[in-house]
């Protein structure tokens, strides 16, 4: 296979190919979309056996490039240590908002809460339910559009050997927990002495996370990744049903 858009149709073609990718890496390129690689991961993730077969070269081939493209990366312990951090912090601004008496502290700690849930429980559930199903990470890194947000490794070699229906539930993690953060913050305004506008922020949050995932998610990040696992786990199925 001498073509970064050919569809390999055999053992060495996939052989070839992955080669090929793996040769472009260590040249320097690491533009895996220009190489053909996703397009090759495509054909790889319908099929339970070539998915076993080339987890490991896969896995290797995303490792490398990712490396080459991101220099600023972070231990995933020292990662999930700075998020547990950031949701102990939220928890003691919600604790802070249900015991100040103080009406304005109360609601800006309340506010605090949520949006610090936010951030800090999205990679931690992809974590907790990515292990759970057998999905192992690298590493966090900084990443997203502006402002730069945490972000998670997987261990593609991993993550093609688990389920794409547990896949899909990994990805489907972290989006749920941002979604949730913020209304668990709203629980805690009728124990506090917050003012109204505490829990229109609180709400106001919770709205806008859900309508970014509406119209950006589903194209371009975790919900579009849930999609695309929930169709290969269908297709999964029904090679087993033939």
């Known amino acids: 296979m001498g073509q970064a858009g050919a569809v390999p149709a055999s053992e060495q073609e996939f052989e070839a190919a992955f080669a090929r990718i793996h040769g472009s890496i260590e040249a320097g390129d690491a533009d895996l979309s220009r190489l053909g690689f996703w397009r090759l991961l495509s054909q790889v993730k319908a099929d339970r056996r070539l998915s076993e077969r080339w987890a490991d070269a896969a896995g290797d081939i995303d490792r490398r490039a990712f490396e080459a493209r991101v220099k600023l990366r972070f231990p995933v312990w020292f990662g999930n240590l700075v998020l547990v951090a950031g949701t102990a912090f939220g928890v003691a601004a919600a604790w ?16 605090v809460a949520g949006g610090t ?7 931690l559930a992809h974590w907790v339910v990515g292990r759970a199903v057998g999905i192992r990470f690298t590493s966090y890194f900084l990443g997203g559009p502006p402002p730069p947000r945490p972000g998670l490794k997987t261990d593609y070699a991993t993550y093609l050997r688990a389920e ?4 899909a539930w990994m990805h489907a993690s972290g989006a749920l ?39 950006f998610s589903r194209t371009s990040s975790d919900w579009k990744k849930v999609i695309r696992e929930r169709r290969i786990a269908r297709t999964w199925r029904d090679s087993r049903a033939t």
């Open 96 to 111: 802070t908002a249900v015991r100040a008496s103080d009406r304005i502290l109360a609601g800006v700690a309340l506010v």
């Open 117 to 123: 849930w936010v951030v800090s429980l999205h990679c």
């Open 164 to 167: 794409p229906g547990a896949r």
């Open 177 to 215: 927990a941002s979604k949730v953060a913020p209304f668990i913050a709203l629980g805690f305004f009728p124990a506090s002495n917050a003012p109204a506008w505490a829990a229109w922020v609180l709400l106001g949050i919770g709205v806008f996370t859900i309508i970014t995932d509406v119209v």
